[in-house]
């Protein structure tokens, strides 16, 4: 038999445990989601039920590439002494535990998640694996899949956002995790007993029982998307010169068609957070081409552009470590108190390439054409450095580098970016003409430049492939669905040979 949770506590679910009342059980957690305590919570909470317990843990490689597998086994206390394995096998978990949903799929393709058996308890948000991340185009793995499989996998299944409720608590997910348990009725103590170890274990306490009723009574509402809001215009505040000049800036957002106007709002907001109100009517007047040529196109353009102008160099990786809003993430993010002190190192490993990108063009390009002059600066940057930003001198070096935000126009960096948007638009401008859903693919190339170093470098040789190959499909009907594929080769994998295959096999059918 299988059933899911669907919303009301199932208290009395007890058909699959033992005869002899012997459970096991597993909890999976990252670092950092509270698994050790919740684990001792579930092991306190069996002593009190007047059962002998033992606990054992195996971490896991890393922080999303692996997660601890925390065990227990219990059973009634009897006058003989109970033997307990050390670690979970597949097949024979009576109750397993995952604190997030690909944890769960992965329980569930170790074998340790049985139909005739296992009763799941998991919550459904996702923290992106290494792997999802590591893939240069979208690599999220697809929830409604793994959700609809676990549920098929499970005797008994009790799946909802259990990390939304703990956050809106303003406790661990650890603590709506032990709701959820209670929830599913698969141990046999009462909810008293799970009250009682939250308030015995002496910290948060109040905000751990929100979160533990939280999920022990959630009820799942009949259509989320019902509760969305749509976004208003944030009312900005500061110097009224600052203020005016933004006004002025969103005057002209009006002037695009209603459709558009959110998506170029964002764009501008990036842009002029990125550099200033001069960047943002740039960035307007390139989008002010498009705009009367249809709404996929204008607002295509509206977010690739802003991309393409938002280039991370050391400018901008200076700004946001010196913000007053990262250091309060940081402390929130740890649970740091404000009057505790706090030490952050920096990491940093900057390439010639990006120091000459941060000089003068004249002198940066002065620099890279001469072979010598850039293997020496090369040999006195590119090396990896720990910078203290806790300090005076660690910041204030950081602050000097962003200090150079208004120049940033000037330097040789700006000039490489500049001309690579002119390329990119130039492309689109030569395809709209004719075909308006061939520049809307165009631009959407742009998806193949992020990031900095090494990264950056090859998302532009992907670039330059792509163009060139466009070059050859001038007049072909299906040119757009080639540059459509041609993109998805590009995204496949970081080195490019996707996208060399299909590039290949293009080619020998012109």
């Known amino acids: 038999m299988n059933s899911a949770d669907r919303g009301g506590a199932d208290l009395n679910n007890t058909e699959n445990i033992a005869p002899d009342g012997f459970i096991t059980l597993a909890v999976l957690a990252v670092g950092g989601q509270g698994g050790g305590v919740l684990t001792k919570w579930i092991a306190d909470l069996a002593t009190l039920g007047g059962y002998d317990v033992q606990m054992t843990s195996v971490a896991g490689v890393a922080q999303r590439t692996g997660a601890t597998i925390y065990y227990l086994e219990m059973a009634p206390k009897t006058d003989r002494q109970p033997v307990f394995a050390l670690s979970p096998s597949p097949g024979d978990l009576d109750v397993l535990i995952a604190s997030e949903l690909m944890e769960a799929g992965r329980a569930v393709l170790r074998g340790f998640v049985t139909p005739d058996r296992t009763t799941l308890i998991a919550s459904t948000h996702r923290i992106l694996a290494i792997s999802e991340?590591?893939?240069?185009?979208?690599?999220?793995?697809?929830?409604?899949?793994?959700e609809e499989e676990i549920h098929k996998a499970a005797f008994h299944s009790v799946c909802f956002d259990m990390d939304a409720i703990a956050t809106e608590a303003g406790s661990m997910i650890s603590a709506s995790l032990f709701g959820g348990l209670a929830r599913s009725g698969s141990l046999?103590?009462?909810?008293?007993l799970y009250e009682e170890v939250i308030r015995t274990s002496g910290r948060g306490v109040e905000a751990s029982l929100v979160a533990f009723h939280g999920a022990l009574h959630y009820e799942p509402t009949a259509d989320d998307k019902s509760k969305q809001v749509k976004p208003t215009r944030r009312q900005v505040q500061g110097p009224e010169r600052l203020v005016s000049d933004w006004d002025d800036l969103r005057s002209r957002v009006d002037t695009f068609p209603s459709e558009s106007r959110e998506m170029i709002e964002l764009g501008l907001i990036k842009v002029v957070d990125y550099q200033d109100f001069d960047y943002g009517h740039e960035y307007l007047d390139y989008v002010e081409e498009f705009s009367t040529r249809g709404n996929a196109l204008v607002n295509t353009a509206a977010k690739y552009i802003a991309n393409?102008?938002?280039?991370?160099?050391?400018?901008r990786v200076a700004d946001l470590k010196t913000r007053s809003s990262r250091q309060a993430r940081l402390r929130g993010e740890q649970d740091i108190p404000d009057d505790e002190i706090v030490h952050v190192t920096e990491y940093f490993h900057p390439r010639a390439q990006e120091v000459c990108g941060t000089l003068p063009a004249w002198l940066g390009g002065w620099i890279e054409a001469h072979p010598r002059c850039f293997s020496l600066l090369d040999r006195l940057t590119n090396k990896g450095r720990?910078?203290?930003t806790d300090g005076v001198v660690g910041f204030g070096l950081l602050w000097v580098v962003a200090s150079l935000k208004p120049r940033r126009r000037k330097f040789l960096r700006h000039r490489y970016e500049s001309a690579h948007l002119k390329n990119l638009l130039d492309h689109t401008r030569k395809a709209m003409d004719s075909d308006t859903d061939l520049a809307v693919e165009i631009l959407q190339c742009q998806r193949l430049i992020k990031g900095y170093s090494d990264?950056?470098?090859?998302?532009?040789?992907?670039?330059?492939?792509?163009?060139?190959?466009?070059?050859?499909?001038?007049g072909r009907k299906d040119a757009t669905d080639c540059v459509q594929r041609l993109r998805h080769a590009a995204l496949q994998d970081e080195e490019g040979i996707a996208l060399d295959e299909t590039v290949a096999t293009m080619r020998s059918s012109f």
């Open 133 to 146: 991340k590591s893939i240069p185009g979208d690599g999220r793995a697809e929830n409604p899949l793994v």
């Open 188 to 192: 046999p103590f009462d909810v008293s």
């Open 308 to 315: 393409a102008m938002c280039y991370d160099d050391l400018i």
């Open 386 to 388: 720990r910078i203290r």
């Open 455 to 474: 990264t950056h470098e090859r998302g532009h040789s992907k670039f330059a492939k792509v163009m060139d190959t466009i070059q050859d499909l001038s």
